[in-house]
């Protein structure tokens, strides 16, 4: 029976399921390399930096550059 695992391969090369119950059966598969999502370094980073966007200090320091409504 054939069966699909969502993967990531990191940088060394190792194979980690995307669902953490999934594990790996031992045996021969097919691998098939997806192309990235173009702005994938955008968001890798946006939940590291969304810590700091939220601050209400950040909305204070950003204010002058609204639109006035």
Known sequence: ???TIEVEIDY???VHPIESNDKLPAGRAFLTL???PSNETAFLSERALAED???PEEDEAWEHLQLVK
């Open 34 to 36: 997806l192309e990235p």
């Open 1 to 3: 029976m054939l069966q």
């Open 12 to 14: 060394d090369g190792i």
């Open 53 to 55: 966007w939220l601050k």
